[in-house]
């Protein structure tokens, strides 16, 4: 065994470095080329504010940062900066307008052979979130999303059409982004029209089995067209911990852990946990199962990918309860842990506790598909003469963070790959603001729509581009 303490970090040979974004938040031409409209595109406030009847001016995702004009000129940025591999969503309403249609939008279907063609010019492996929070809009009004079990049906028929068109230019797919986080945000993660507040638990539980099947589909076909893929599931991953050593706020954390833990174990073991069961006994749920659906669960994931931001705590002392604030995440502040100006508790070493708890309940591989810290950039002219924005905190939040994952690769877990979100800046899925920034490239684009949508590299783009030309070795331990 290699020394961990001598300072060199070591990442496997061949690992998969690089950036996220999805659709939704960086294409724009939201009703062009023949797409239909998406949730996301009623959603002017991200995910916490009011849903608009139709597509309004202050939605700054209609625009985003115009990538589907401008995406040779970012590829090639992140050509630069070397990316191994890019993580990106395909947009379901520009390849099914409204969703359950038979046949396929071309101009849709073109638009990511052109953008996988540009990435592999550069020897860049295309990442593919098949939903990425946006369901066609029509399919959320008229069906109510996935409460209803046609939409396995639609999200089958869009998964193979993208399978077949793709299949010798992608080789790592995703079925669901953070699909957990359909507890917090039915809308904007399932599609579910029914307001939050009046959605019963039954029906929720209902979507999450009707995506769940949908997924494990989606997994069975791309073995089958794409023999030489790798597919997996996505998770919001948000290591709980006890607020006290109390046996009660113990417990309080592991039942915590296990509503997000049940995704991945469904995803990974192919069936309901226990502990699962025995919540929907306790809550008077009774999942609908159809023939046919416990075989389709075995159909299980190649590997598991998650975002990692944050972890909580938890108590079972309702005085001590508080939520951390404009978060997707409701928990207790952590009162060892810096936050992030959003609120986002900073602890790198819950990346490596989370890698570790994945791998020794799986044993499969793990893909880090989202890290990044959401800050407030300025512009300025550099030394050179260049503009760019002097951002040292986002280099310290990535290498701490990076470091703890070459810890858990020491403690011998595999880990495939590191793609931070946001590497080039896109409109937040939670706030839905551009001047909550996460890239390595600044994009000129306002909250108020002014900006010139020109690119700029932060001083962390020529940090992330040492990191990866040395596979990990500049990190700062």
Not at 4 to 20: E, I, K, Q, R, T
Not at 179 to 184: A, M, V
Not at 391 to 418: K, P, S, T, W
């Amino acid at each position: 065994m290699s020394n961990s303490h001598n300072n060199v970090l070591n990442f496997p040979d061949g690992f998969l470095w690089g950036g996220a974004i999805a659709a939704n938040q960086a294409e724009g031409a939201f009703d062009q080329y023949g797409k239909g409209w998406s949730t996301q595109d009623v959603a002017p406030k991200g995910v916490m504010g009011p849903i608009t009847e139709t597509p309004t001016e202050d939605n700054m995702k209609l625009v985003g940062i115009d990538f589907y004009h401008r995406y040779k000129e970012d590829v090639k940025l992140f050509a630069e900066m070397g990316f191994k591999v890019f993580r990106t969503s395909i947009a379901w309403s520009r390849i099914f307008p409204k969703g359950d249609e038979t046949e396929p939008n071309e101009e849709g279907l073109q638009f990511y052979d052109d953008l996988f063609d540009e990435c592999l010019k550069y020897g860049i492996q295309p990442l593919v979130t098949l939903s990425h929070y946006e369901t066609p809009l029509h399919l959320s009004k008229e069906y109510d999303g996935w409460v209803n079990r046609k939409l396995i049906g639609f999200y089958a028929r869009y998964a193979e059409t993208v399978f077949r068109r793709y299949k010798d230019k992608v080789k790592y797919w995703l079925t669901f982004n953070e699909i957990n986080s359909i507890l917090e945000a039915p809308f904007m993660s399932g599609g579910i029209y029914t307001p939050k507040d009046k959605l019963s638990k039954q029906d929720l539980y209902q979507a999450i089995h009707h995506e769940l099947v949908a997924s494990a589909t989606a997994v069975k076909l791309c073995h089958e067209i794409i023999p030489d893929a790798q597919i997996g599931c996505m998770i919001l991953s948000m290591p709980t911990y006890p607020l006290t050593p109390n046996p009660d706020d113990v417990i309080a954390a592991m039942q915590a852990e296990h509503k997000n833990y049940f995704f991945g174990d469904v995803h990974v073991r192919g069936r309901y946990p226990g502990y699962m069961k025995r919540y929907f006994r306790e809550h008077g749920i009774e999942i609908k199962m159809e023939a046919g659906d416990e075989e389709t669960l075995l159909h299980t994931v190649d590997f598991i990918s998650f975002s990692y931001y944050v972890s909580i705590c938890e108590t079972a002392d309702p005085s001590q309860k508080e939520e951390g604030q404009g978060n997707l995440f409701s928990g207790v502040p952590n009162p060892y842990l810096q936050a992030s100006e959003w609120g986002w508790q900073i602890d790198p070493q819950g990346l490596r506790y989370v890698l570790n708890m994945f791998y020794d309940r799986y044993q499969k591989p793990l893909f880090i598909v989202e890290n990044g810290l959401g800050a407030v950039d300025e512009l300025v002219t550099g030394p050179d003469g260049e503009k760019t924005v002097e951002d040292d905190y986002r280099i310290q939040y990535l290498n701490d963070h990076l470091v703890q994952v070459a810890e858990a690769v020491e403690d011998g877990v595999e880990v495939m790959g590191f793609t931070s979100w946001g590497c080039i800046d896109v409109v937040s899925a939670s706030s839905a603001q551009l001047k909550k920034r996460y890239g390595y490239i600044y994009v000129d684009r306002h909250d108020d729509g002014s900006g010139t949508l020109e690119r700029y590299r932060k001083k962390s783009f020529h940090w992330y581009k040492e990191v990866i030309s040395t596979n990990g070795r500049s990190l700062k331990r």
